[in-house]
């Protein structure tokens, strides 16, 4: 198996922060993509699409020099991975399946101040008759809650490693001992999660703890695994060269 980790496309939110436009660009709980986002994700979708069999490499071809040959696309269920994954799936001609437990670190929640105290809203996600109609191309690994598939508040960080390693066992236990090229389509934040659970390093650290160490991804760049066995190969991360330099976010 090969596997390949997407950050999706630009979100309203990642707009907001790159431009600092706090007060007139409120953030959202759980934001679509820009123009440029969908932009990108139509750049990362020919990208993947490219097939080029008669170009010599090595024969591991860990540029993908040849092209992807992707057979799989998963996202998650927050609308910014839906809207890019179909974009690619489409695109490639493959089914596009959603895993709840793919989403960004926290869930879908906003925090505000209220008399000086936090509160945290409770917000349910995209719901089965939201999905049905606006995305009827998506396939739900897991069944989901009427009101959405997001149980409510915010995650408690504690559990955002095992959430992590429940990913990684899922797509090993689909997918393992396959020639299957798979994509995942992530977040920037739960990348980190999902790279300590693939390569079984620092998962047990406390969630108050400060990592060493941060990978920071662009909106749509890829990173490379191969997975010959239960060892995993770190190919490549964050590969960006097919975006124009002004589409990179």
Not at 56 to 73: A, P, R
Not at 163 to 191: C, K, M, P, Q, S
Request: aromatic letters at 12%; glycine letters at 6%; hydrophobic letters at 35%.
């Amino acid at each position: 198996m090969q596997l390949y980790f997407i950050r999706h496309a630009q979100s309203t939110n990642n707009a907001r922060w790159e431009s600092g436009e706090f007060t007139d660009n409120p953030r959202v709980s759980d934001p679509p993509l820009t123009a440029k986002g969908l932009k990108q994700a139509q750049l990362v979708a020919e990208e993947l699409s490219k097939h080029k069999p008669d170009i010599t490499t090595h024969f591991l071809d860990q540029q993908n020099h040849k092209g992807y040959g992707i057979t799989h696309v998963y996202c998650s269920l927050m609308e910014r991975a839906i809207q890019t994954g179909s974009v690619i799936a489409q695109r490639l001609g493959v089914p596009l399946t959603g895993i709840p437990d793919s989403h960004e670190v926290g869930g879908i929640y906003l925090e505000r101040l209220v008399d000086n105290e936090p509160v945290i809203s409770m917000e349910y996600g995209l719901s089965p008759a939201y999905l049905q109609a606006t995305y009827p191309f998506l396939r739900l690994e897991h069944k989901i809650n009427e009101k959405g598939w997001w149980r409510g508040g915010k995650e408690n960080r504690d559990l955002v490693a095992e959430r992590a390693a429940r990913v990684i066992d899922f797509i090993r236990y689909r997918h393992g001992e396959t020639d299957d090229r798979v994509v995942l389509i992530t977040h920037g934040g739960f990348f980190n999660y999902l790279f300590r659970a693939l390569c079984r390093c620092e998962m047990n650290l406390a969630a108050d703890s400060r990592y060493p160490y941060r990978f920071m991804y662009n909106n749509c760049g890829i990173s490379r695994f191969d997975m010959p066995d239960e060892m995993a190969q770190f190919i490549y991360h964050n590969k960006t060269d097919f975006l124009p330099a002004d589409m990179i976010t």
